[in-house]
Structures are given as structure tokens and as C-alpha cells.
């Protein structure tokens, strides 16, 4: 064996090429559409409701849709991990989402066919979305697992390479050909995607579906929450039967609070209690379960407690396509420029920031005698968004006091908000992979993204609480407008989980799980 196979340094996968093109045609496809979204709901597809009302609706469409497709992300693992394999979900998920596509370009005008092609494009999009990720990982072994770091910031940056043109050009051609063109386009670059992935079908390296596991995760939780030991109560059962009955009253007050956020909470009840009440009883799995089973369990609890921690960022993060549109309306910009173009700043910031980072900071940083570990890395990423969102409210606080102002003033909170995006975002894919036990991937990457979902939660929560009159009452007390208060509480809400995050960190013990050669 070469020193650089033993070392993990050996020949890059010749297969790569196929995702990493697949991708960038994919995310051309979703961003083209998403960023786009916002501001076709408010000028088209809602103006059947009073001028006032459509831009709040136009926010919790756009944010129940992206709930939509970093949940989806769960069926699709688990069919992946137990069913079909990653290639085949992904082949039959992506023909899904072009068919979504179509609906958007042919329903432009009708709501209840455009809103189809939304659950579509998210059921697709959701379904792949944890599974070119994994895919990409199992295309590499221990004699060349140190190349895996610089695929998935290679990965990472075609997805921001697609996203830029994306949100460059669509807003004009949605402007000058209309909604037909504009969602019609990505539809394509969806369908081109599906056909690159095809092609290097018979170059993959095709990790199988588990089969049937008595020691999956699940039954391996199963069986300590329902263990007796003499002697001991089962509390932690007792800690998940309560966050059980939280969940289903959650569902129960659907009428009140709405579907979407009854459901989701209620999903995050269960995560949480059951898995607080797993934990305090995983020894009694031992004896019924092998160890490594069980040690297994344990891991996956420590990465969702990670994933955990990163749901303000994203309620943050994603905000940049309906907040930050929406101040840009107000903004002072040329006739012909879009505010959804703003967000190819995004995208083009990602490009340049991730090389800058892994050739000139990165290596300062350890010159300097300071390891940026993975979670150090996102610590910091959290605390950047928390940052982009106090410059974002003191750029709302001179719009309110009626101050013309520039929408080039965006630029420092997208500066700031990208900077964190790519520690949060780039590392969290490569820590995801690397932290999940062989038989779980798949649905581990699933938890990624559902952290996703849980932190556009928050943003739908926070909605609709700020339409309370006691809670419109005390931020008139505070001198704010609504919109300047919701910005500067997300950006302490950010502050907040960046503490949590780091104190967690410093207790978190790496392992290492790439298969073997």
C-alpha cells in the first residue's frame, strides 16, 4: 500500500464529476424557483387578499414550503437506508420533482395547481436532498477519505454556483416573460440534472440498503424505554409518554395555531422527550442489544443534540428570501434591478468565500496556534448570523425613521449572514457524514435537514405570535416597529444558541465513521 492510501490521500473517485455536475444543475433548479417565490406570491398569486395581508402571507407560504422540503428529507432516507438505495431514491424523487416544476409553469394562475407543484417540488426536492450528500460520502473509503473534505466544499460550492446564476436571472425573466418562463426554466435544468445522475450509473460505488435490523435505532430505543431494572423506575419512559401527550395536544390545537406548526411541534416533542428518556435508560439495551448497537444509539443522540443547537441559524439563514426581499422592496435601487436579485450576492460570497477560507484564514488561524475543529468552526457561524441580523435591523431602524435609504446597505448583513453559512452550512455536511453510524447515513443526514425545518418553525411561530394584540402592544412599548423588533429578537435568539452551541461543543467527543477500504 502507497504512503498516500495509507494516509487517506489516494485517488479522487472518478465518478464525482456525475453528482457534482447533477447537483449544480439541481440547486440551479430550486433556487430559480425559491428565490423567486416571495415576491411572485405578493405581485400575482395572492392578490385576491387585502394589499396589508399579502406580503405576512406571502412569508408563511414561502416558509411553510421550505418546511415542507427539509422534512420530506426524512421519508427519503428511511426508503433509501431500507428499501431502495440511495441511487434509485434518488432517481425516482428527482422525476417527482420535475413534475412539480411543470405544475408551477403551467398552474401559474391557479392557485390550487400551483400549490400542488409546490408539495410536489418539496416532496422531490426533500426526498433526494440527504442522499446526493451521503451518496457523495460512500464514493470514498479510509485510502481516501482525507479527499472527501475537499468534495464536499467542491459540492458545496456548485450548489452556490447554481444558486447564483439562479437568482440572477430568474427575477428578470419572471419580470419581462412572466411566471411561465420563469418556473418553466428550472423545470428543465431539473430534468437535465436527473439525466447527468443517470449517466454515471455504472461507475457508482452502490452501498446497499440495510436489511431488517433487530438492533436498529428505533428498536434499539424501543427496548430501553420499556426495559424494567430492579430496583429503578423507568423516568426516562415516564419523560417520553409526557413529551407524547405535549405532542398530541399540539396536534389538537391545530384549529388555533395551524396545521403546519402543530404538526412539527408535536414531531420536535418526540424527538426531544424520547430521546431525553432513551438516554437516561440506554444501558438496559445491553444483554437484548450488542454493545455496538447501543454505542450506536448514543452517537445519534449526541449528533441531534448538535442538530439541535443549529435551528436558530437556519431560522436566521432563510429569512434572507422573504424578510430581506421584503426590506428591499422598501429600499432605494434602480428601476431595473429586482429586490429577489439581491440573493445572488449569496451564492456569489460562497464562492469566494469558501477557497479564501481553506487557503488564506483557515491556515492563519492554525498558524496562530488555534485548531478550528468542525464545531468550533460552526460555533462561530452561528454567532456571524446572530451578528447580519443586528445590521439588518439597524438598516430597518433608518428606514423607519423615514430615512431613504440604499439597498446596497444590504451588503454588510449578506457579508455577515454568508460568512456564517459557510461554517455552519459547508461544515455541518462533512461533520453529519462523518458522525453517523454505517447503518444510519442516510437518515442522520435526514435529522440534518430536519434541523432545517425546525429552525423555519420558529420563523412561523414567531409570525404569528407578533399578530397578538398584547404582543403588538409591548413592542409599541419598546419604540420599534414590528418588523425592527422580530430582527433584532432573531439576532439575540441567535447570540443565544451560539453559547449553548459552544458550551455543548467543548463536551462533544469526534469519532470517525468512513467505511473501511
Request: proline share 4%; glycine share 8%; with cysteine.
Amino acid at each position: 500500500m502507497s504512503q498516500a492510501v495509507a494516509d487517506g490521500t489516494g485517488p479522487m473517485p472518478r465518478q464525482i464529476p456525475y453528482i457534482i455536475a447533477n447537483e449544480g444543475c439541481e440547486r440551479f433548479s430550486f433556487y430559480g424557483m425559491r428565490n423567486i417565490l416571495t415576491q411572485f406570491l405578493v405581485v400575482s398569486l395572492l392578490l385576491y387578499l387585502p394589499e396589508a395581508d399579502r406580503e405576512s402571507e406571502a412569508k408563511h407560504v414561502f416558509h411553510t414550503f421550505v418546511i415542507g422540503v427539509y422534512f420530506f428529507p426524512l421519508l427519503g432516507g428511511w426508503i433509501a437506508d431500507r428499501f431502495w438505495g440511495k441511487y434509485q431514491t434518488v432517481i425516482w424523487f428527482s422525476l417527482v420533482y420535475c413534475l412539480g416544476h411543470a405544475c408551477l409553469a403551467y398552474f401559474e394562475d391557479n392557485r390550487t395547481g400551483f400549490f400542488a407543484g409546490l408539495f410536489l417540488i418539496a416532496f422531490g426536492s426533500g426526498g433526494i436532498k440527504p442522499l446526493v450528500v451521503s451518496f457523495v460520502g460512500d464514493q470514498f473509503d479510509q485510502t481516501n477519505k482525507q479527499r472527501a473534505k475537499v468534495v464536499f466544499d467542491a459540492f458545496y460550492w456548485i450548489i452556490n454556483f447554481g444558486s447564483f446564476f439562479a437568482s440572477l436571472l430568474m427575477p428578470i425573466f419572471l419580470r419581462d416573460y412572466g411566471a411561465a418562463v420563469a418556473f418553466g426554466i428550472p423545470g428543465i435544468l431539473m430534468f437535465i440534472a436527473t439525466f447527468v445522475f443517470w449517466l454515471g450509473r455504472k461507475k457508482y460505488v452502490m452501498v446497499p440498503p440495510e436489511s431488517a435490523n433487530p438492533h436498529s435505532f428505533l428498536n434499539v430505543a424501543r427496548t430501553a424505554l420499556f426495559a424494567q431494572a430492579p430496583g429503578k423506575a423507568r423516568t426516562g419512559l415516564a419523560l417520553a409518554g409526557f413529551g407524547a401527550t405535549l405532542a398530541v395536544i399540539s396536534i389538537l390545537l391545530t384549529p388555533q395555531i395551524g396545521f403546519v406548526i402543530a404538526f412539527c411541534s408535536a414531531l420536535a416533542l418526540l424527538l426531544a422527550f424520547g430521546g431525553m428518556g432513551t438516554w437516561m435508560q440506554l444501558e438496559r439495551a445491553r444483554g437484548v442489544h450488542p454493545d455496538e448497537a447501543v454505542e450506536g444509539v448514543r452517537a445519534v443522540l449526541r449528533i441531534l443534540i448538535v442538530f439541535a443547537f443549529t435551528t436558530p441559524f437556519w431560522s436566521l439563514f432563510d429569512q434572507k428570501a422573504s424578510t430581506w426581499v421584503l426590506q428591499a422592496n422598501d429600499m432605494v435601487k434602480p428601476d431595473w434591478f429586482q429586490p429577489s436579485q439581491m440573493q445572488a450576492l449569496n451564492p456569489a460570497l460562497v464562492m469566494l468565500l469558501i477557497p479564501f477560507n481553506n487557503f488564506v484564514l483557515f491556515p492563519l488561524v492554525r498558524g496562530l496556534g488555534v485548531e478550528l475543529t468542525a464545531l468550533r468552526r460552526m460555533t462561530t457561524g452561528i454567532a456571524f448570523s446572530g451578528l447580519a441580523w443586528v445590521a439588518i435591523g439597524c438598516i430597518q431602524l433608518a428606514m423607519d425613521g423615514g430615512s431613504p435609504t440604499s439597498m446596497l446597505w444590504q451588503m454588510l448583513p449578506y457579508v455577515l449572514l454568508t460568512f456564517g453559512e459557510v461554517l455552519v452550512s459547508a461544515t455541518g455536511l462533512e461533520f453529519a457524514y462523518s458522525q453517523a453510524p454505517k447503518s444510519m447515513k442516510g437518515v442522520i443526514m435526514s435529522f440534518w435537514y430536519l434541523a432545517v425545518t425546525m429552525g423555519n418553525l420558529w420563523v412561523l411561530i414567531v409570525n404569528s405570535t407578533v399578530r397578538n394584540d398584547a404582543v403588538l402592544g409591548h413592542i409599541a412599548s419598546t419604540g420599534l416597529s414590528v418588523t425592527a423588533f422580530q430582527m433584532f429578537f432573531f439576532a439575540a435568539f441567535a447570540f443565544a444558541a451560539a453559547l449553548a452551541f459552544g458550551w455543548y461543543a467543548l463536551r462533544y467527543r469526534m469519532v470517525d465513521n468512513y467505511r473501511a477500504a
